[in-house]
């Protein structure tokens, strides 16, 4: 029986309050509005910016709220106006979107669309601002215009990459948000050399894909920094060649990696969220030709502080959301890269678990024992 047109019942994991437990509910899905598009959701995992927002302490608060944006799943309807999917397609909800219409859509250079770029404060749709969620009448907050914390979800359609219907969803939902973002910030944004040097801030999924993009790249020397040295065993399979925690030594870990690369890396790709970290990955790059690309997501108040000499010094610092991959054009040749065993996407599952027990994957998350944790809808 087609569901298309009607309103769907069905499992979600709700955050009622701040830090507390999600609490699975029955939800109704509203149909999709103009250019939006319904999903049902297969496979979502976890990602450090989910549980910032979740934990609201350096974030505006925003609840009850459905997170989750890291995802893969199948078309069950489309809205009006949505010409480029249709049902049973299979596709990735993305964070950031593309229009295609406005100057950031038409530029080589960004994937900032000025329509549907990055929103974390928005809490419905942008067609109407209403949520398409609701329990007994109460609307529950979108979080990144995505939600995949529910069994079916309502996204924009500038939101959503139709990629290989072959490609395995319990694999490449991490092509949605992690793993392009860090592949993509090293590939797209800092781009080494062959033969230069990287360092890697933060060794969670994002940073080791940033150090997959240095080993694709033929970075010579791909230097990892995390304050857990747990990471460091994992680290290796991804080509990561030395490692530092700032907590081993007493001077500045710019310093230590100046002096282990005589006067700086070429290229260094911060992943972590602390803004320190930031500060450090900006100071630790070679004078005259460094780059330092900045990924993780600062809280709300942090500032950025550096002397300016290290501008003049000829340092460049950037940052990037999603790798800088335009969703549309860019995320389906991701997956491609896959299916043609470029990308090794396995060894970034270090755990799954049934949606009934989300739960865990936020526990495994803020232990520091996962890199990725896959969440299986339906069980
Ligand atoms: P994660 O928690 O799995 O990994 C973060 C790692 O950073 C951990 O291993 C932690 O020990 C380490 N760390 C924390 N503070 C550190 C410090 N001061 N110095 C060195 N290491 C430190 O998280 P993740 O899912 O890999 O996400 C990483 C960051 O990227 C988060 O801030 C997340 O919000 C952000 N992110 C940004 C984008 C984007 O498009 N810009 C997309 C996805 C995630
Ligand atoms: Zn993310």
């Not at 809490?123 to 979080?143: A, C, L, Q, T, V």
């Amino acid at each position: 029986m087609s569901t298309t047109g009607q309103i769907i019942r069905c499992k979600a994991a709700v955050a009622w309050e701040a830090g507390k437990p999600l609490v699975m509910e029955e939800v109704e899905v509203a149909p999709p509005q103009k250019h939006e598009v319904r999903i049902k959701i297969l496979f979502t995992s976890l990602c450090h910016t989910d549980v910032y927002f979740w934990e609201a302490k350096g974030q505006t608060p925003l609840f009850p709220r459905i997170f989750g944006h890291e995802a893969g799943g199948i078309v069950e309807s489309v809205g009006e106006g949505v010409t480029d999917l249709q049902p049973g397609d299979h596709v990735l909800p993305i964070f950031t979107g593309e229009c295609g219409d406005c100057p950031h859509c038409h530029s080589e250079e960004s994937n900032m669309c000025d329509l549907l770029r990055i929103n974390t404060e928005r809490g419905g749709m942008i067609h109407d601002g209403e949520s398409r969620f609701s329990i007994n009448g109460k609307p529950i907050h979108h979080f990144l215009g995505t939600s995949t914390f529910s069994e079916y979800t309502v996204v924009h359609s500038g939101q959503v990459a139709k990629i290989n219907p072959d490609a395995p969803l319990d694999k490449v939902c991490i092509v949605s948000c992690g793993l392009s973002t860090g592949l993509g910030a090293t590939l797209n944004v800092a781009k080494p050399k062959k033969g230069q040097s990287v360092a890697i801030f933060g060794l969670g999924a994002v940073g080791l894909a940033a150090a997959e993009g240095a080993r694709i790249a033929g970075a010579s020397r791909i230097i990892g920094v995390d304050l857990n040295s747990q990471r460091f065993d994992q680290a290796k399979e991804f080509g990561v060649t030395e490692f530092v925690n700032p907590r081993d030594h007493d001077k500045p870990v710019q310093q230590v990696i100046a002096e282990m690369t005589n006067g700086g890396v070429d290229r260094s790709v911060e992943c972590t969220g602390s803004v320190q970290a930031m500060i450090q990955a900006f100071e630790c790059v070679h004078d005259g030709w460094g780059v330092a690309v900045l990924v993780g997501v600062p809280s709300k108040d942090d500032a950025f502080k550096t002397h300016p000499m290290n501008f003049l010094n000829e340092r460049t610092l950037k940052g990037t959301f999603s790798g800088n991959y335009k969703p549309k054009t860019d995320m389906p040749g991701v997956v491609e890269k896959y299916m043609n065993k470029e990308l090794e996407l396995e060894k970034f599952i270090t755990h799954t678990v049934p949606f009934s027990e989300i739960n865990k994957a936020f526990d495994y998350m803020l232990k520091g024992e996962s890199i990725r944790c896959i969440i299986t809808m339906g069980a």
